[in-house]
């Protein structure tokens, strides 16, 4: 594995910070510099825009792998005086792998550092606000949501406020995914009413893949823009590879702990045992995981809805857990000991994403009998976490219809009293495997549109195989594409008037400040390369699709001169 | 030129035909080949989908370029006897560049035919269906739409007859284009009670491009289902270029001969004249292209509504036309001329696509005073051409926000009295070039599904420069996903069938017949290569995604062994 990463903003950009008021925080985003004071927003020559990379995108840093990037919440962790260094490790199985030797090889350098756990009662930034506390955390949020537009945009902006954060929070409207034992996490919000978020699915497999290279997948998926990144390894080394991306990790972690307690009793479903999980749960609370994807919705009087399916259940973690059910004839133990769950998830402030074990593989199956039974189960989950003071979001679709996406956000805002929603897509059409990340785009701009608060990515590999690098960025990318659609239909004014600032360059053919402005500058680069190379070329006042004399943009100046 | 090409279907298909009940026709289609009796449509190892790609995806057929494809209309066309073959071209241009012998090595052997055109009364389609008269193109694309399924499905389906297509042809909301001197084009309509069509775009222009090259796109475009093209070319030899296309193509052409008009007088909008013009357009309809993008309904009372804007006029007819008006304080000589330019395209059965030559550029601009005033402009040319039994389809944006998408669909419905409606996306942001298929595909699927009958599609490099093949191919992969999408969503039901074929392939491991039934197998088997290249793997219960214990397809198999 490189070592050290240098610090490296997007391609004409540059790391900028803005200061708390209410607490000694600095909050990073991405400064766009453009070649004019022309620029819609007033400030005069850049853009400020959303950041995702941490330390990885600011030019003036640069981070050792070995040793993680920068804890920035570990002194309001510890100021808040409520949580405890913990002598050792409380799982067994986080013991086992730290005493064996022949693991000394792949573990991260510090993972001897002790965890962190609550004192004697809830830590969750969901108990605070309902306390009418507000947390460096909240402010945090806050301010990254406004991305300055409210020096910028001269009373036309209404900021989000951390007394807003704080009342979004303590309703379930939203959730802050930041685990005491993960203080590198840079907070971020996820909520109806702030911007959409998206998710990067990493991870390696029994199949392929290995620590180096996940880890590099993490930081490339929130350089392009991945708002946390759910690390879904079921090969080898699952421990040891999530403590890498976790200390490397400026973005909240997911993660799905059934995963790592199969590969515990060997890939046999019916071995798994609350025993086993509960370790597992605790073991990676005390890594750091922000949230966990836990399936106990599903339950036994649903798996007769599924045997009709086209595809049955295609949730890794609903096949699990039903098959477990059927095996042992008893009820899900997910659901028979949530009320565990959230004990532990609390002492953490681990947030719960309510699994859709049973979410539609196809169009056929979508909004069927079996999905919206486990939906309400989900609702009532969310009842019984936010009685514990949990975080939750529930997690949705999957394949379904265009015309049948808005029956899925309806649903999920009834049955699951508004807490946040986070989906899959849609994918909208089965038959394009290779272009998932297209099909899903459109389900996932529609569904965002409609109140969902966050997207999982797909990628171009969906159904195939294994995304690598390439398949990350492009994922991210469009994902990115479907959340900003779906910002600006739902008026954020902040999202807008990055379209406006890029229609102006356009307009103006200032082509650098156009790819500059891109979600991708390197890809709109050497896309205008490919047919016009010359330096010269980024001056033009035309490009090569029209050419001179049938450039529009060029006409116009004409007509407006003659016009006025 | 590579002279003759093979017929190649594409992986895993074979061509099929299937045979008129009115007229002595055969309909081309597509049949995947599956591997399995397991199909969920009756028929039991096959499916059979619609098909763009004429002799080009015939195994049986190869197709020597220089002699064109062919002319399946040819005698449905002469059997109506109400056309007569002329002595010469009409157009004084096109009579000029036959006679320019320095053009010879450009020429196509064949452009020495005569052309063809009408007697003494209307010949389109729309004036045959007024009159009750049944034609070949009205029962080709009746069977064509169906794609067998009231062969197979039991009486479940609904199929679209000649007589809906013919009533819907007199209604106007529909439209064949089938220029009587293109008997190469296999008929198909366009229309919002039938399959949404899309359209490709390419062309030559002043910076780059050749002949070769963009026959070579066009035969690519719908070998991947584009269902019309677009020769958009501006830059040198466009007459011979679009000569080369048309002989080569079994789908409608489309063109906006105000580019070769503008050409002809040195790219100087103000030097253009009726004259000028309108030798084009019979130049291009005795060349047989099959509908005309107009931009008549731009009047100069509109253009002072441009001269806010972000973007002003980002359509290239748009910009010319306005160029035109605001030189010449004069009116829109296409809006003066509308009813000259009808009788011309009534004599040869040219479709006209009213240009949106106001169509936004920018999110900024959408749903504007501009745009909905030429809109307006559009439905009384609408009514115009209908009086002379054109048929005419409407063209909309371009850029616009979601929320603001279903206005534009509505006006259009309004203003334009059903005529088939025809948009470029809309993308729904502007800050992703090199990704624009993608953020038109979102805007396009969704105005699909509230009722436009085609979309134009856009390709990755749109904003930054001239796309080469792959890009189209990656253009039209991606718009026959929003196509479908909304053809689903419509409630079509042999779009769907498509869907279950693939889910229910999924469910079963049979990889191949996955690979088949995508919209691009080719990268659907690359992707699956790129991690488990093994034949082996082609029959493995589980992918490099989750692995063998992971794999929920395969649990499911135990779940509904123990709940049976």
């Known amino acids: 594995m490189q070592n050290s990463i240098k610090g490296e903003p997007l391609r004409g950009s540059r790391k900028t910070y803005v200061e708390g008021k209410l607490f000694p925080i600095r909050v990073g985003m991405r400064e766009i510099v453009l070649s004019t004071g022309n620029c819609p927003v007033t400030n005069p020559d850049t853009l400020t825009v959303y950041d995702t990379s941490g330390q990885f995108g600011d030019e003036k840093e640069s981070v050792d792998l070995t040793n993680g990037v920068n804890p920035i919440r570990e002194k309001w962790i510890e100021s808040r005086n409520d949580t405890e260094k913990l002598k050792e490790l409380s799982s067994e199985y986080g013991r086992a792998r730290l005493a064996d030797d022949s693991l000394s090889h792949l573990r991260f350098s510090h993972v001897n550092r002790n965890p962190r756990k609550a004192k004697d009662k809830p830590v969750t930034q969901m108990w605070y606000a309902r306390q009418g506390i507000i947390t460096p955390e909240m402010?945090?949020?806050?301010?990254?949501?406004?991305?300055?537009?409210?020096?910028?945009?001269?009373?036309?902006?209404?900021?989000?406020?951390?007394?807003?954060?704080?009342?979004?929070?303590a309703a379930g409207r939203a959730i802050i995914p930041a685990n005491i034992n993960h203080p590198e996490c840079e907070p971020m919000i996820i909520g109806r009413k702030f911007l959409v978020k998206i998710n990067a699915n990493i991870g390696n497999s029994p199949v392929t893949s290995d620590i180096a290279s996940e880890v590099s997948k993490s930081i490339h998926a929130i350089r392009w823009g991945a708002d946390t990144v759910m690390d879904l390894s079921t090969g080898a080394n699952i421990h040891e590879t999530r403590e890498w991306i976790l200390r490397n990790s400026p973005v909240p972690i997911g993660s799905v702990p059934l995963y790592q307690a199969l590969e515990k009793v060997g890939g046999k479903a019916e071995d798994l045992t609350w025993d086993i999980y509960r370790d597992t749960l605790i073991e990676q609370a005390e890594q750091g995981v922000d949230y966990f994807t836990i399936h106990a919705g599903l339950l036994r009087e649903h798996i007769p809805h599924t045997v009709n399916r086209m595809t049955g259940i295609v949730s890794r973690g609903g096949s699990i857990m039903a098959n477990w059910c059927s095996v042992h004839k008893k009820e899900n133990f997910l659901y028979t000991h949530f009320d565990d769950i959230c004990d532990i998830l609390a002492a953490y402030d681990v947030g719960v994403s309510l699994g859709d074990g049973l979410r539609p593989g196809s169009q056929f199956d979508a909004n069927d009998k079996a999905q919206f039974g486990e939906l309400k189960a989900l609702g009532e989950l969310t009842k019984r976490a936010w009685d514990k003071h949990v975080q939750v979001m529930i997690e949705g679709p999957g394949h379904v219809p265009m015309h049948m996406i808005a029956e899925n956000m309806e649903m999920e805002l009834k049955h699951c009293f508004d807490a946040p929603f986070y989906t899959l897509g849609p994918l909208v059409t089965d038959i394009a495997p290779g272009y998932d990340h297209i099909t899903s785009a459109i389900g996932g701009a529609m569904i965002a549109q409609m109140g969902a608060s966050m997207l999982c990515y797909?990628?171009?590999?969906?159904?195939?195989?294994?995304?690598?690098?390439?398949?990350?960025?492009?994922?991210?990318?469009?994902?990115?594409?479907?959340?900003?659609?779906?910002?600006?239909?739902?008026?954020?004014?902040?999202?807008?008037?990055?379209?406006?600032?890029?229609?102006?360059?356009r307009y103006e053919f200032r082509w650098r400040d156009q790819f500059h402005l891109a979600l991708d500058p390197d890809t709109a680069y050497d896309f205008h390369d490919a047919t016009l190379p010359d330096e010269a070329d980024k001056q033009a006042h035309y490009c090569s699709m029209c050419g001179e004399h049938f450039c529009s943009m060029r006409a116009n100046r004409k007509i407006r001169e003659l016009s006025s």
């Open 139 to 169: 402010e945090y949020v806050a301010i990254r949501e406004n991305q300055r537009l409210e020096e910028k945009m001269n009373g036309q902006f209404k900021p989000v406020t951390p007394e807003m954060v704080r009342d979004e929070l």
């Open 458 to 505: 797909v990628t171009p590999k969906e159904h195939l195989g294994l995304p690598n690098r390439d398949d990350v960025k492009t994922g991210v990318v469009t994902f990115k594409i479907a959340a900003h659609a779906a910002d600006i239909a739902k008026g954020h004014p902040g999202a807008i008037l990055r379209d406006h600032a890029m229609s102006k360059a």
